[in-house]
């Protein structure tokens, strides 16, 4: 059965970078894609972008100038870069496995999320 | 971008009432939505897949349909285990996909 686990630093500073990783247990990226989703304390849920396995990438268009993400099939894992930080990036972040199903997307499988806090 | 609009915003209910959430998109999108269940501290779980497909290990007491643009999440008999906050997610807009602002589901 196939595991997300995700790292990353909880606390950063206004103006850092912040840097997540997810290592796939169980299972291949391939043929999958792979998204970072966010959720700000208290509120919904936001999709950030995604890698194929092949590091075909696409991104929210409200996040995509400061965002990358990245994939290392030698190691099973996929990363998250989001520069510029702001307060309003204070959130859980996830990773997700998009599976497709009758020419559609869906998350099945779930990273257990990381707390990112912005504050000086 | 799709917008996507759930309702109610939150629920109380009782442990055996029959729920009914319903999620609406600002666009058709056919059948590519998807429902997710999320508990405090928890990642969210798929539900129901291709607007009305059962994820596989979730009851049989879910259920989901509709198409188009109006879209509806029931519980049959609702269990203590099952209050949550409930999304929708549409993957319509391939690249690019967004979820419902949330309902959730209070013990009344």
């Known amino acids: 059965q196939v595991r997300l686990q995700q790292w990353g630093a909880g606390l950063l500073k206004p103006s850092e970078t912040l840097s997540l990783t997810c290592i796939v247990h169980?299972?291949?990226?391939?043929?999958?894609?792979w998204s970072w989703i966010r959720q700000p304390p208290g509120k919904g849920l936001e999709w950030i972008g995604e890698?194929?396995?092949?590091?075909?990438?696409n991104y929210n268009p409200s996040l995509k100038s400061r965002v990358s993400i990245s994939v290392d099939t030698s190691k099973n894992q996929l990363s998250l870069k989001l520069n510029s930080l702001t307060a309003a990036d204070t959130a859980v972040y996830y990773c997700?496995?998009?599976?497709?199903?009758?020419?559609?997307?869906?998350?099945?499988?779930w990273g257990q999320g990381t707390l990112v806090t912005v504050s000086s | 971008d799709i917008q996507m609009t759930q309702s109610p915003s939150s629920l109380s209910a009782s442990v055996g009432d029959r729920v009914t959430i319903t999620c609406r998109a600002s666009?058709?999108?056919?059948?590519?939505l998807n429902w997710y269940q999320q508990k405090p501290g928890q990642a969210p779980k798929l539900l129901i897949y291709?607007?009305?497909t059962l994820q596989s290990g979730v009851p049989s007491r879910f259920s989901g349909s509709g198409s188009g643009t109006d879209f509806t999440l029931t519980i049959s008999s609702l269990q203590p285990e099952d209050f949550a906050t409930y999304y929708c997610?549409?993957?319509?807009?391939?690249?690019?996909?967004?979820f419902g602002q949330g309902t959730k589901l209070e013990m009344k």
């Open positions: 997700a496995r998009g599976l497709l199903s009758d020419y559609q997307y869906h998350f099945d499988c």
């Open positions: 169980g299972g291949s990226l391939s043929p999958h894609y």
């Open positions: 890698s194929s396995h092949d590091g075909i990438t």
């Open positions: 666009q058709s999108i056919g059948t590519f």
């Open positions: 291709v607007a009305s």
């Open positions: 997610q549409q993957s319509y807009t391939s690249r690019m996909y967004t």
